[in-house]
């Protein structure tokens, strides 16, 4: 039992420092994501105001939720990730490429399945959701040994921080964060069509085109900070 617990005190104390680290270093991307938090906080603000004004509207109801699924926990990956926890960072990150992708089939009316279908998620989804899912769900030893092994290709039960890693996993984090954005902004114009005579519709639109503006912005800086290619 006592190894256990120091098992543990020594991989929540790697991880705090590595947290202090990635945070850092990454201060950049991170005020893009809460850029687009806060573009979503916009939408769900005024998607509470149209079920004040109208009842709720099972469709709009529906893709707030899968918004509002992703941004309860958006601090979690970056966290795991800062942590050198890379394995359970692509979990979280797998369900929020899942929760994107039915947003987008709802959108569409689209029947669905049980399991959201990625390929209706914003294009260049399918790329990094595989790669998502050869470490969230296991498929080999490479794909878990990438992730757990030290620097001597042995696999450790302690974090074991891997700077190209980090940056790949935190940019497909800020993109999922661009994502989650503009189809904030598609709800905001859905919500701005559903009340053609609210008072509140004025405000939707332009809080809709400040929206597009600040994704406009967060495309070109997050283009800028994309690893190099073959990453």
């Not at 899968?66 to 795991?80: E, K, R």
């Not at 992708?101 to 998620?121: G, K």
């Not at 992730?147 to 074991?160: C, D, K, M, N, R």
Request: charged fraction near 20%; glycine fraction near 8%.
């Amino acid at each position: 039992m006592s190894e256990g617990s120091e098992m543990e005190r020594v991989i929540k104390l790697i991880g705090r420092q590595g947290a202090s680290i990635g945070k850092a270093q990454s201060k950049t991307l991170l005020q893009f994501r809460r850029m687009a938090i806060g573009i979503i906080a916009v939408a769900i603000e005024s998607f509470e105001d149209f079920v004040g004004e109208r009842g709720i509207d099972e469709k709009l109801a529906f893709l707030v939720a899968c918004i509002s699924g992703f941004a309860q926990g958006a601090w979690i990956s970056p966290d795991l990730i800062f942590q050198a926890q890379y394995m359970k960072a692509t979990a979280v990150m797998k369900q929020d490429l899942e929760l994107l992708a039915r947003f987008h089939e709802v959108s569409i009316e689209r029947n669905l399945r049980r399991t959201p279908n990625v390929a209706f998620a914003p294009d260049g989804s399918g790329p990094i959701y595989g790669k998502l899912n050869e470490t969230a769900h296991p498929s080999c030893l490479q794909a878990v040994g990438d992730v757990l092994a030290t620097l001597e290709g042995e696999i450790s039960v302690l974090p074991v921080r891997k700077d190209q890693i980090e940056y790949v996993l935190v940019y497909w984090h800020i993109w999922i964060c661009a994502g989650f954005a503009e189809a904030a902004g598609q709800l905001l114009s859905l919500l701005a069509d559903s009340v053609p005579g609210s008072p509140h519709r004025s405000e939707i639109l332009n809080a809709n085109d400040l929206t597009m503006n600040h994704l406009t912005l967060l495309a070109k800086k997050i283009s800028e900070e994309a690893p190099a290619s073959g990453s």
